[in-house]
């Protein structure tokens, strides 16, 4: 099955510079990459996905990037805030149709002011 | 904008006892999941549910494990004879049926469920 490694588990940078986490995955029909953001006790908050068939993907300043034929995608957070501050996982599916996510083990970003 | 509702927020019991969480999915999503997260622990699939049927479960998702859609709104999570391994946030999820071939899964808030 699947099985998602995502690197660093802590993060720590001073607000305004750029974050990046990233993820590597072992099933090669995975083509689904979301990213999901986690503030403490509350539910996991969809901030951006990416599909297979592009490499990158922006949303002001976030962006996600995929390398399908190394299996990684990363997520880059620049001018970071210390709002920005959460856990961030990534997850990969199947294109079947509403398959089951598996989530890599989740990176702790602390943005310091 | 619509959300996944779940309740109770809180649920505390003995080891040995029977829990339902309960989840109110997003009103015309179709697929539904549950996933849980050990504290500290990456979020992990039990089982997900669409048209009146189990889709796909995980190997947690054993027999002291249901799902069930009582009426038109409410999704709910059995656990037969809780364990003090079951400990976790119990997370809902839903997801519609759109033109692209995967959708987002949106998440409720979650249950933390504590077995003494």
């Known amino acids: 099955g699947e099985n998602v490694e995502q690197h660093p588990s802590t993060l720590s940078v001073q607000e305004g510079d750029s974050a990046v986490i990233k993820c590597t995955y072992s099933d090669s029909a995975s083509n689904y990459f979301p990213w999901y953001k986690q503030e403490l006790g509350k539910r996991p908050q969809l901030i951006i996905d990416?599909?297979?068939?592009?490499g990158e993907k922006k949303d002001q300043r976030i962006a996600v990037t995929l390398n399908k034929t190394a299996k990684h995608f990363s997520l880059h957070i620049t001018e970071t805030q210390p709002e920005d501050s959460a856990v961030y996982f990534c997850a990969a599916s199947h294109n079947s149709g509403n398959t089951p996510l598996v989530f890599g083990k989740g990176t702790r970003l602390s943005v310091i002011a | 904008e619509p959300e996944v509702t779940q309740t109770p927020s809180h649920q505390v019991t003995q080891m040995g006892q029977e829990v339902i969480l309960r989840c109110v999915p997003i009103?015309?999503?179709?697929?539904f999941y549950w996933y849980r997260q050990i504290l500290g622990q990456k979020v992990e699939f039990l089982v997900s549910?669409?048209?009146?049927?189990?889709?796909?479960k995980s190997e947690i998702f054993d027999d002291q494990f249901s799902v069930e859609r009582p009426d038109g709104s409410n999704f709910t999570l059995k656990i037969r004879s809780t364990k003090l391994e079951d400990s976790a946030m119990y997370f809902c999820a839903s997801s519609p049926i759109g033109l692209s071939s995967t959708d987002t899964q949106y998440f409720g808030p979650g249950t933390r469920l504590t077995v003494l």
């Open positions: 549910f669409y048209n009146n049927e189990i889709s796909e």
């Open positions: 990416i599909r297979s068939n592009v």
């Open positions: 009103s015309n999503h179709l697929y």
